[in-house]
């Protein structure tokens, strides 16, 4: 009998959980159910029945999803923000309030063989970022470790172009990483002492400006670290003091 009353209030309280959390669970889905579907916020229900802040940005059969910081807490994985990984956006905030973004996605020679490795507050099968402790973090992993540590043509494809260096001493890194939690820093200061280029900047350089109705609130922007190689090159929050955070958006194609 206790059991039976056990179960009644676990059935009532997962019921009362579903009915408190928006049934979509993913921006495809909002896309799906409008007719005219508009970028902007929207909350989402995660599998445990608990409401996420994302920014869902449309465009006429796909579109992006960007977590909010706060939000990017209470998942335990990323995978309902996004089906695809042929490419996500990165988009940076000035100082000013402008903001720029661009698509970055693997190497063209890569694009099958590894496509980007989107992994929430870990990095299994790649190096891990710098600043991991600012946790939780959003990693995206170009080439595992297994091939980055060769010394072999290496990099990532920023707006359809290939941005490549050869690993001249084995060192595997190969990923771009965004932090939301600063009060675990500070910020590593390797940025100081090494090592801008061209390369890790591309996606900085090469960005364009964002139409105003696209514009995402602060709380989607992170802490950043981009590391590649081995003599390609690393930047984070502090190499640029223009800008004051980055964010990533998944793709998801309907």
Known sequence: MAFFIFKLLLIS???????????????????????????????????TFINVDVFCDFYDGYGYTYISRESLGVLQTLSQLYTNKSNVVVRHRHTNGTQRGVEIAPLSEFSNTYPISVQLSQAVGFKLPLNAAMQPYIYLGFLPESYAKSTTKQGYQVAGVDYTFTNCDSNPNSYLAFFTNPSNGPL??????????????????????????????????????????????????????????????????V
């Open 13 to 47: 309280v997962v019921t009362e959980l579903a009915y408190s959390c928006r049934p979509e669970s993913s921006c495809q889905q909002i896309y799906k159910q409008s007719v005219a579907p508009v970028s902007g916020e929207y909350q989402l229900c995660t599998p």
């Open 188 to 253: 590593n200061d390797y940025y100081t002492r090494c090592c801008m280029t061209d390369l890790v900047g591309a996606w900085v350089t090469k960005a364009t400006d964002t139409p105003l109705k696209h514009y995402l609130p602060k709380k989607y922007f992170y802490d950043f670290e981009m590391h590649m190689g081995g003599c390609g090159g690393y930047v984070s929050s502090g190499s640029f003091p223009t800008i004051s955070g980055a964010a990533v958006g998944f793709k998801f194609v």
